[in-house]
């Protein structure tokens, strides 16, 4: 189904969130290469993935990370029926890899389920620029704004950390967003002065030979 299904043969904290990213690319690009967002949720104390997900747009696009969210309280239910004080998962020890840095509506369900870090790999700027609709706000700042009752400071948020397969990643969305590409795009494209964006991404991630997979 993927390129592989496990990183046990990875133990160094760098090598292991690169080969989930990876993961995490090729099941989007299986499930939907149009819109390849694609998440694994990882038990990162076993060095196990819990879910897979990825949005086909078939039933609700609104789907994004949280199909895998959702896939995971379907495996894992709730013992007692109480998914909010004792869900089948504990989600402290999961890891959201994501192929697109989530938007503020998967950030903040995030942050909602307890999840104890979040990985991606494509910004919000860049997939953007891709061409695709985006609010502009990072999960820096919506995790910044998680407070607990009083406004006291919410120190459970996830740990953070972006970039992760980078070009794999813009590669996919810039070559999957090409037909939002449009001339209303373009002109607003060099009227940002961005120009020279749109040519290092045709440069650098030539479509006809999307999706690129590497074996891991």
Partial sequence: MTAAQTCHHV???VDIDECYMKIALDYALLHNSGFPFGALIVDHTKNDISCYGANSNTQNKLLH??????????????????????????????TLYT??????????????????RVVWGSSISDIN??????????????????KLGAGIEDNRVPELLGGVHKDECDHAF????????????????IMNNDTEYIQDRNAR???VS?????QV
């Fill in 205 to 207: 991630f030539p479509c």
């Fill in 65 to 94: 990370e949280q199909s895998g969210q959702l896939r995971c309280t379907q495996l894992y239910p709730s013992p007692t029926n109480d998914d909010m004080t004792n869900p089948g998962l504990d989600w402290s020890k999961q």
């Fill in 174 to 189: 810039w070559c999957a967003f090409s037909v939002f590409r449009t001339k209303e795009y373009h002109d607003a494209m």
């Fill in 210 to 214: 999307f999706p690129v997979r590497q």
């Fill in 129 to 146: 620029k891709s061409g695709r609709q985006q609010l502009a706000i990072n999960i820096e700042e919506v995790v910044a704004s998680a």
């Fill in 99 to 116: 192929t697109g840095e989530p938007c503020p509506m998967c950030a903040s369900q995030s942050i909602y389920r307890g999840v104890s």
């Fill in 11 to 13: 133990d160094d904290q």
